[in-house]
């Protein structure tokens, strides 16, 4: 079930808070609970059972981490943990690519994102279940943090399982700690002012998602049926700038309708998105886009590596074993290892003092960030790596004997989207957020939300509906 689809605006989700707001408060974790896992079941009507064997097994094994006082105990069931979470993560995630990269070099002929090759290990093609990714980072942090002594007494199985499964960040984040929902979890008042907030935060998003990420992500569709290897640079550029900024408002847009249904149930969910195309440095662009992801890495992997705190060598072995895992993250390809490499190379290159100017300068950072990043989401949205290397070729002017989509359309694509870069570019500024912030309770800011909301559902309904890109991590 998507937020962007008209079962969940017109059905699911007005049926819900009906519900959810009429029943005592006693009740509202468990109306929330059932509500998440019919949400969840309706896309995932197996995987929803491995969804709440993974919050059981999780609650069990958390209890007897902070019930067992023998330190030697605590780490068995903490490793038991890790290797269940990380286990099924493994193997929904990444057991085929292993399998099959493993089979080439056996058979001598390892190319990345060449043909699997004939070997021992069986390839299961397993369907990923939607949002895995997300909630095994969710338990791992509980589990971790129960060890670590920061969460002092459980919660009771309904409000474990209400943290793990709650519907506005279940599929694609943000990335939770239980400290920060823990309070809301127990007891949360749900005022008006809260909910309507919440409810104009929620028709933004959907408006950045359908109107905004959905239109321009048909033109980076259309450029990538050419075929990469085939288009002038120009083309080539602009198509980077396309997907640029669909992921940006695809992400974004998701982003502030799970904070605005969180708001509306009562919670507040930690941002997870500021302005990163606002940054002077790519360090500072990771410090803005996907904040809990890259929270989660520094807390439970970075710090607990070492860090920076033990050499220059050791650091740098750190920063690639993140931002590696970082890329694999995302999905499990070769592609996205080379994304999280990419970013390695670069941010150890702002490290060794290049970042700290690039980021007091008023110009220059931008423009390097808006050259930069587009090259980077190019690497992250072509997953043939040789498709890959055409494009990025096509990019710089490389070989471009075979390019038939060339400056006359570029110019017919510029001419048909300007209008649409113009906005995209606009909002991708602090400052319309800002303006909103100050006048939101104004008359006209509400009747343009309002418009936005309904022409978003009008695109919705004459077939502008893509899944949200972050679905398939």
Not at 40 to 49: F, I, R, S, T, W
Not at 193 to 212: D, M, P, Q, R, T
Not at 214 to 240: P, R
Not at 269 to 280: E, G, I, R, S, V
Request: with cysteine; proline share 4%; net charge positive.
């Amino acid at each position: 079930m998507l937020f962007s689809g008209i079962v969940f605006l017109f059905r699911f989700l007005p049926v819900f808070m009906l519900i959810y707001l009429l029943v005592p408060e006693r009740f509202r974790n468990l109306v929330l609970l059932l509500g998440s896992l019919v949400f969840y079941g309706a896309g995932e009507p197996y995987y929803v059972l491995l969804l709440i064997f993974s919050i059981l097994v999780n609650y069990g094994l958390g209890r007897l981490i902070l019930n067992d006082k023998s330190i030697k105990n605590k780490k068995a069931v903490l490793c038991l943990a890790l290797f269940w979470d990380f286990g099924q993560l493994f193997v929904f995630k990444y057991w085929d690519f292993a399998a099959e990269n493993i089979n080439k070099l056996i058979s001598g002929g390892f190319i990345p994102g060449q043909a699997a090759a004939e070997g021992p290990l069986p390839v299961w093609s397993l369907t990923l279940p939607l949002g895995i990714s997300f909630y095994t980072f969710q338990t791992v942090s509980f589990i971790i943090d129960c060890y670590r002594g920061k969460i002092k007494a459980a919660p009771s199985l309904t409000e474990f399982a209400v943290y793990i499964s709650m519907f506005p960040q279940l599929i694609a984040g943000p990335i939770v700690k239980y400290d920060e929902v823990a309070d809301r979890l127990r007891a949360r008042r749900i005022t008006a002012g809260a909910a309507e907030n919440g409810l104009k935060l929620f028709s933004i998003g959907l408006g950045f998602k359908v109107l905004l990420a959905n239109q321009i992500g048909t033109l980076w569709n259309t450029i990538m049926t050419a075929g990469a290897g085939n288009l002038s640079v120009t083309v080539a550029w602009l198509g980077a700038f396309a997907y640029s900024l669909q992921i940006y408002f695809d992400f974004w847009g998701y982003s502030l309708m799970a904070v605005g249904l969180g708001e509306m149930l009562g919670f507040r969910l930690p941002k997870n998105f500021y302005n990163p195309y606002a940054a002077k440095s790519v360090s500072e662009f990771w410090r803005r886009w996907h904040i809990t992801l890259g929270r989660w890495f520094k807390e439970y992997l970075y710090i607990p590596l070492g860090g920076n705190r033990k050499g220059f060598w050791r650091t740098a072995l750190n920063l690639l074993i993140v931002w590696t895992l970082t890329g694999l993250w995302h999905g499990a390809d070769w592609n996205f290892a080379l994304w999280g490499l990419s970013f390695f190379v670069i941010i150890s290159i702002e490290k060794s003092g290049i970042g700290k100017w690039l980021e007091k300068s008023r110009v220059i950072g931008h423009l390097y960030v808006i050259a930069i990043i587009p090259v980077t989401w190019i690497i992250f949205a072509v997953n043939n790596i040789d498709r890959l290397i055409l494009y990025l070729q096509n990019m710089f002017g490389i070989h471009m004997t075979g390019a038939i989509v060339g400056n006359e359309h570029f110019i017919r694509y510029i001419k048909e989207y300007w209008v649409l870069f113009i906005f995209c570019f606009l909002f991708s500024t602090p400052y319309p957020m800002r303006f909103y912030r100050a006048y939101k309770n104004k008359w006209y800011i509400i009747l343009i939300i309002a418009a936005v909301f309904w022409f978003s559902v009008y695109e919705i309904m004459i077939g502008s509906n893509n899944p949200f890109l972050y679905f398939r991590f």
